[in-house]
């Protein structure tokens, strides 16, 4: 290898090949795209995800320190949810970062993001693995913000990192945030995600339309787990969404949820 190719690491990827030339990473695949900006791979290595489009990405610490990359993305501000985690480019981005390393402050975390929205720019929200306290933020960002509930909300997510594993002590947090939302008694139970890999692939919260597997009972008061699938003997057009209310009672639902 060349010194120039030695001292000329990929921007993109932070791997030494000849990006230059459009060669291909051996090490992760990358493959520079002339003139195009690259897309943001989901779900890990050196790119964060992306969790709404142009707007919000969530990632590690690894994803926070790849500077040239955030500034390809467009990212110019950064949420860091660790207070022991250092702030690496105080003159390329603007930080807020959490200074409770206990109790999540989802109320701080939900106002920068939101600024970040007023004022048009792309924010990365990251703690050291991008597995547990950054994807609670973005979680309750998605059920503050977006009026989703908490299943709605983890689904989203999940689907697009699929590596993120919330501790207890986050989802209990997680829980109390959705009660604070939308009352204690619209807050469905949660237990530990084991079957949550089960779960059919769905948008904002919803199966697909081709998906035949049953729908999550979301709202049901005294009901399994909000991430595992109704008992098979359930009719699809007779799922809960609230206590005494069924599908047909609220069928203007999805579209209220379309017009977020």
């Known amino acids: 290898m060349r010194k120039r190719e030695r001292e000329n690491p990929c921007g993109v990827c932070g791997h030494y090949h000849k990006h230059e030339q459009g060669e291909v990473c051996r090490v992760c695949g990358h493959r520079p ?25 969530l990632g590690s610490y690894d994803n926070a320190s790849r500077i040239e990359l955030l500034k390809t993305i467009g990212v110019s501000h950064v949420l860091n949810t660790v207070p022991a985690c250092q702030n690496l480019y105080k003159n390329s981005f603007t930080y807020h970062r959490l200074q409770d390393d206990k109790v999540l402050q989802f109320d701080d975390a939900i106002q920068f993001i939101e600024q970040c929205g007023k004022d048009k720019a792309r924010v990365l929200v990251h703690c050291m693995s991008g597995k547990s306290r950054s994807p609670a933020v973005v979680i309750a960002y998605l059920m503050k913000c977006k009026g989703w509930r908490l299943a709605q909300s983890f689904q989203w997510v999940k689907e697009r990192r699929p590596q993120v594993e919330l501790s207890p002590e986050v989802q209990n ?28 692939s769905t948008g904002f919260g919803f199966p697909k339309p081709t998906d035949t597997s049953p ?29 005494g209310k069924t599908g047909e009672q609220n069928s203007s639902f999805g579209n209220s949820m379309d017009s977020s």
Do not use: C, H, W
């Not at 947090?173 to 059919?200: R, W």
């Not at 991430?227 to 969404?241: K, L, Q």
């Open 215 to 243: 729908v999550p009972l979301f709202n049901q008061l005294g009901t399994m787990s909000i991430f595992e699938r109704m008992s098979p003997g359930v009719a699809p057009n007779n799922f809960v969404f609230g206590a």
């Open 173 to 200: 947090q997680l829980v109390e945030f959705e009660q604070k939302i939308f009352g204690p008694n619209e807050v469905a139970t949660v237990q530990p995600l084991a079957q949550l890999d089960s779960l059919p």
């Open 33 to 57: 795209v002339p003139a195009e900006r690259p897309a943001v791979q989901q779900g890990g290595g050196a790119f964060p995800t992306e969790i709404l489009p142009d707007f919000l990405y």
